[in-house]
Every structure is written in structure tokens, then in C-alpha cells.
């Protein structure tokens, strides 16, 4: 299994699964949301909408899969990730859950690429450094990893990238 950390727009990514950091609507946003729902059309928010029509809205830490639409991917994984505040441990098993729920839809899904954002490091003001470490820890301690072929965290900013490189050189 390859792990990567690449810079890049995540929405140009030919894999079976985005992963996107979705707020609890499901309906779009700003940053990565905004970009994958722009970028993948209205088959993607029509699929959202049914979500929530069935089981409501999506709370932190949990994962749902829709198309991709326009996207070169064929799934989009929608995770909300954690709003920081004055943090604590439950915001940190919380992001955890956002990694392990999407690795889990994407393996029943039969995804073996899939690239990940930096959940919650951007208006959700979670540390980078401790999100990037998080991250890292939840996906190679996974169960789930085994079915995977590649597994990309694409950093839209130099700063997430940079610590991204550091954590897993660690690890």
C-alpha cells in the first residue's frame, strides 16, 4: 500500500474516493466543500439532499458516500470534522472517527485509491500539527488499510503539506 502527501486541488484526483470535509448540512461550504460541490455539479448535492432526507444531518465524526459527479473520482466520502474551540479529547477521537468511518465506506464501496483533505484544519481551526498527527495514526492503525492500494493526503497549502512530510517521516 502506498501512503502519499502530495500539494494539489484534491478535486483533480483520478481515485475512487475523495474524501471531503463536509459540514453537518451536507449541502456545501467553503474551502474543500465548496470546492468539491463547485467542481462535481448538482449530482452530487442531489445526492446529499437524499441523505438527508433519509437520516437527517451528519454529525462530526461520521461519514456517508455519494457519486462523485464531474469529478474524475468515482466517489465522494462526506466526513465533518470537528470544530476546535478550546479543543479536548473528544474533538481528537472525533477527527479520528472522520478517518476510520471514511476508510470503512470506502473498502465496503470496493475503493482501493483514496485521497484525503486536512479534515478541520481550516475554519474549524483544529492544530495542524496535532490533525496531521491524528490523521497519520488513524490510517495506518487501521484495520481497514490492508484492502487499500494507495492512500493520498493532498494538502491544499504549503503549511499543511510541509507538516504533513514531517509527521510521516516520523512515523
Known sequence: MKLKVLQADITTFEVDAIVNAANTSLLGGGGVDGAI??????????????????QGKCNPGEAVITTAGNLIAKYVIHTVGPVWNNGGKDKEETLSKCYSNSLRLAVEHNCKTIAFPNISTGIYKFPKELAANIAIHTVTNDPNLTHMKELLFVCYDELNFRIYQKVLEVN
Open 37 to 54: 460541490h463547485r467542481k462535481g455539479g448538482v449530482e452530487i448535492l442531489e445526492a446529499c439532499r437524499k441523505i438527508r432526507a433519509t
